[in-house]
């Protein structure tokens, strides 16, 4: 299976999704999405971008995927992890560490807030059946 036939599947399976849903999504036929899956057939940039988007991704990974543009030419550097095997137990205890206290320092997230409204402008809910009426205060010119 090609990388961009890889990609497609990987990100269906991530997100519960049949060909036919990403076909739907996307505009793109369902057999078109499966000679990509099956038979390595090279998409275009237009339906990349239409891929990218339907899975929410960013254009450039799906770019990279479909072997439209290399990592050298989009700039990026390769990341090279090292193998936890390799590493001594107080290398990797000392990375644990930086880490833990990584996480420490950032932030607790904050939870949302509710719109607070002074009584006379909280928004008033429209019965069903009623005109709709502009509550800004403004009128219409000449009028």
Same mark, same amino acid.
């Given at each position: 299976m090609s990388r961009w036939g890889s990609f497609i599947s990987s990100h269906l399976a991530t997100n519960?999704?049949?060909q036919n849903r990403l076909a739907k999504d996307t505009g793109i036929n369902a057999s078109v999405i499966s000679r990509w899956i099956n038979d390595g057939m090279e998409p275009g940039v237009k339906s990349i971008r239409l891929v990218a988007e339907a899975f929410g991704v960013p254009v450039t990974r799906a770019l990279l995927a479909a072997g439209a543009v290399t990592a050298d030419e989009l700039g990026i550097l390769p990341v090279v992890a090292p193998d936890p095997d390799l590493l001594t137990d107080d290398e =990797?205890?000392?990375?644990l560490?930086?880490?833990?206290r990584q996480r420490q320092a950032e932030p607790a997230p904050l939870p949302p =807030?509710?719109?607070i409204y002074p009584p006379e402008e909280k928004p008033r809910q429209r019965t069903p059946g009623t005109p709709f009426r502009a509550s800004s205060g403004l009128r219409a010119p000449g009028r």
């Amino acid at each position: 299976m090609s990388r961009w036939g890889s990609f497609i599947s990987s990100h269906l399976a991530t997100n519960g999704w049949s060909q036919n849903r990403l076909a739907k999504d996307t505009g793109i036929n369902a057999s078109v999405i499966s000679r990509w899956i099956n038979d390595g057939m090279e998409p275009g940039v237009k339906s990349i971008r239409l891929v990218a988007e339907a899975f929410g991704v960013p254009v450039t990974r799906a770019l990279l995927a479909a072997g439209a543009v290399t990592a050298d030419e989009l700039g990026i550097l390769p990341v090279v992890a090292p193998d936890p095997d390799l590493l001594t137990d107080d290398e =990797l205890v000392r990375q644990l560490d930086r880490r833990l206290r990584q996480r420490q320092a950032e932030p607790a997230p904050l939870p949302p =807030l509710e719109p607070i409204y002074p009584p006379e402008e909280k928004p008033r809910q429209r019965t069903p059946g009623t005109p709709f009426r502009a509550s800004s205060g403004l009128r219409a010119p000449g009028r």
